[in-house]
């Protein structure tokens, strides 16, 4: 009794699925699938996100290895402060151009500057230099655009120039372009591993 049961169910369940016209939406588990018949077999169409396959990293010797894993520190440091630059000034932006004299500009940038100030002043003065230099290229690779520009463009030649002629008395180049394929690759790499959620 219970085999003539599921022969009978297994029927059904075939005869079901067999006349299925090409663009029929499925339902499995509460998600709407689309489903195909090809050469008798139903085949049920779900797209999947793209996953990125990472290998492991070799390192020659423990030197290699220590440098990479204080540069993955380092970019876990600043990433964020980047992401946050890169949307304040796209926001920053959008504001100043709808801004019409020169005054209210001025005002807005002085306003701009103190709200930069009073939320990252304390944290940014405790960055190492390896962690100052990675912040210059990640602002560069946030907003396609190099700290000197954006200086020049909210603060003025004069104080761009000023800022850059001290920072390249610490050893800072405010003009520093991000480049993921020569120069910044193992940078770009860390990077992408974080947007990921593998680091």
């Known amino acids: 009794m219970v085999r003539t049961i599921i022969i009978l169910c297994a029927l059904l369940f075939a005869s079901g699925f067999k006349g ?13 699938y689309s489903a195909r ?11 999947l996100p793209p996953v990125d ?23 876990q440091r ?5 992401r946050v630059a890169g949307a304040m000034f796209r926001r920053y932006s959008e504001q100043l151009m709808q801004l019409e004299t020169e005054r209210e500009r ?10 930069l ?12 230099f390896s962690q ?5 290229k990640l602002i560069d690779r946030e907003t396609q655009h190099t700290s000197y520009d954006i200086l020049r463009e909210f603060r003025g030649a004069f104080s761009a120039v000023f800022w850059q002629s001290l920072g390249r008395l610490f050893g800072y180049n405010l003009k520093t372009e991000y480049d993921p394929h ?9 990077v992408q591993l974080i947007e990921q959620g593998l680091l």
Request: proline share 2%; hydrophobic share 40%; glycine share 4%.
């Open 20 to 32: 299925l016209p090409a663009q029929d939406v499925s339902y499995i588990r509460g998600k709407t």
């Open 182 to 190: 020569g120069e910044d690759q193992m940078i770009e790499e860390i």
């Open 53 to 75: 396959v990472v290998a492991a990293r070799e390192f020659r010797n423990m030197l290699e290895a220590y440098r990479y894993n204080r540069t993955v520190r380092n970019v």
């Open 117 to 128: 100030r009073n939320s990252f002043e304390d944290d940014l003065k405790r960055l190492t």
């Open 37 to 47: 018949v090809i050469n008798g077999d139903t085949l049920v169409i779900i797209d």
């Open 106 to 115: 001025r005002e807005f940038t002085k306003q701009a500057e103190e709200e």
């Open 132 to 136: 100052g230099v990675i912040l210059i």
């Open 78 to 82: 600043v990433y964020p402060y980047a």
